[in-house]
T-cell receptor, first 116, second 115 residues
Framework: QQQVKQSPQSLIVQKGGISIINCAYENTAFDYFPWYQQFPGKGPALLIAIRPDVSEKKEGRFTISFNKSAKQFSLHIMDSQPGDSATYFCAASSLLWETSGSRLTFGEGTQLTVNP | EAQVTQNPRYLITVTGKKLTVTCSQNMNHEYMSWYRQDPGLGLRQIYYSMNVEVTDKGDVPEGYKVSRKEKRNFPLILESPSPNQTSLYFC??????????????FGSGTRLTVV
């Protein structure tokens, strides 16, 4: 049972365009939503994260939008660049159980290709 | 350099031959975990450890074993590998807690093929 569902599976964007990746979750106990970026041959690395007390968080060209009522969150990459080509994973966890076994649950991943 | 080191990077083995994938971190992190990555399924947790001598099952623990005798090391053991364990494996660590608030640091991965 996939608790975090991610779409699309793959995405092709032209340089300068906006990349949008969507995630939906089921567990209402989730209260921490990070995004990880993975380049070929590397492990995933934390990109940006949001808590549900805000609806949006922006870091440079990367923005997370969060809709608590819909149980959805998304990653927007503005002015996409070829160097952004990577696999992106959304994830969710419950920090309430941070010290007693809560864990990050990852989405299926989105392979982003930004064409020059 | 702060890092999680996995070995080997690539491994081809035969069904039933016991193997160990090593994982070591140099950041004094309490939390360590193993994930497998499969196309269309994302990252799924195999086992995790909150601290030395404290381990627990993740979402897909069948066919795997782990141990945490030292804080820095968290090896993954496949007692009798089968072809359905062919996958890309990642070890991850975190400063404390398991929810990822401090970010997970991942190793570079081990690509395992079981024939």
């Amino acid at each position: 049972q996939q608790q975090v569902k991610q779409s699309p599976q793959s995405l092709i964007v032209q340089k300068g365009g906006i990349s949008i990746i969507n995630c939906a979750y089921e567990n209402t106990a989730f209260d921490y939503f990070p995004w990880y970026q993975q380049f070929p041959g590397k492990g995933p690395a934390l990109l940006i994260a949001i808590r549900p007390d805000v609806s949006e968080k922006k870091e440079g060209r990367f923005t997370i939008s969060f809709n608590k009522s819909a149980k959805q969150f998304s990653l927007h990459i503005m002015d996409s660049q070829p160097g952004d080509s990577a696999t992106y994973f959304c994830a969710a966890s419950s920090l309430l159980w941070e010290t007693s076994g809560s864990r990050l649950t990852f989405g299926e991943g989105t392979q982003l290709t930004v064409n020059p | 350099e702060a890092q999680v080191t996995q070995n080997p990077r690539y491994l081809i083995t035969v069904t039933g031959k016991k193997l160990t994938v090593t994982c070591s971190q140099n950041m004094n992190h309490e939390y360590m975990s193993w994930y497998r990555q499969d196309p269309g399924l994302g990252l799924r947790q195999i086992y995790y450890s909150m601290n030395v001598e404290v381990t627990d099952k993740g979402d897909v623990p069948e066919g795997y074993k782990v141990s945490r005798k030292e804080k820095r090391n968290f090896p993954l053991i496949l007692e009798s590998p089968s072809p359905n364990q062919t996958s890309l494996y990642f070890c991850a660590s975190s400063l404390s807690g398991s929810g990822g608030l401090y970010g997970y640091t991942f190793g570079s991965g081990t690509r395992l093929t079981v024939v």
